[in-house]
């Protein structure tokens, strides 16, 4: 097996051969937009693991911990002059929101053939390129990718690379949460396995006065990478106005990946209730003011003596004819 300096050097003088006798762009190929960067990078036709008829939209490449795996990039220049391009490999990441990423810092396994190609007008270059995967390279999905940059735009061509062994599918879904005020769902989806996962969601809620309802079932616009995490927001169409009500999602994903989680919240019209609750009490007070003035009208004209004052004994007939005598008995006879 050659050693890593002579495949390196051998790498270098392909590309350059390459270079030198370059490929002519065909003529019916399309200008490059205006405004673009006037030149493109892909995976070349014929070669890699996967390679189709109608060319690769990435690599794939795939190997055991300790193997160089290798493959070609071609660059094509369809503008009228040349253009230099720097090239480097990038490890990929997740961003909070879960879009891909790729880091600024050169991936320790990708080594391109030439770290700078000159390419001419009106032709392509192919360069090959390394990856050296590491003997303790863990198994499982280590998306990367190819940089190519010139003339100040910057492009990244993917690289699915695989190390060979045990794989698995395996997400949570945690803190969950309800924002009542914008009707919102917050959540977090964590990939625990190690292989990469297009996840599928799926949300229903349920309360004792609106019933249950089926939000949403939709794949997300998300490749959540091994180890990494999303946060993410689902809009609530139409949450109810006065309940006790509780989200449940469930979000899938190939290879058996499933986690499920959940949160309630209580919604109450409190602008509603505190108007209801200005009208109760202003009627409640209404009430107590008419009641203390029928009281205060009952209470004048009372008062001592044979005035005008109502009888004390307005109501008792039996008291008001009841006829007094003396306690003493009468004497039987006359004295003589």
Sequence with gaps: MLTRNIRSAVLTAAVLLCSAVPALVPAAAA???AGGPGWTAAPASGAGTRPSADGRPYF???????????????????GKKAVTVRLRGAEAYNTASGGSALRATDHSWITPAARTVKVPARTSARVPFSV????TAEPGDHPAAIVAAAGGHETGVRVQLRVSGPTLSALTVEDVRIDKGRGLIHYTVVNRGNTALTPHLDIRTE????GAH????RTLPVELLPGRRAQLTE???????LDSASVHLAVTAGGGAHGTGSASAVFVPWWRLAGAAV???????GWFAVRRRRLRGKGDGTGTGTGSGPDPYEGDSSTRDMTYTDSEPATAGAAT
């Excluded at 050296?132 to 003997?135: I, L, R």
């Design 132 to 135: 050296t995967v590491p003997t």
């Design 207 to 210: 309360g004792p006065i609106s």
């Design 31 to 33: 200008e490059p937009a």
């Design 60 to 78: 794939y490449l795939e190997g055991a911990p300790g193997t160089v795996l290798e493959d070609t990039l071609a660059l094509t220049n369809p």
């Design 235 to 241: 809009k609530w169409p139409h949450p109810p106005a």
């Design 214 to 217: 089926h939000i949403t079932g």
């Design 279 to 285: 009208l109760v009490l202003a009627g409640t007070g």
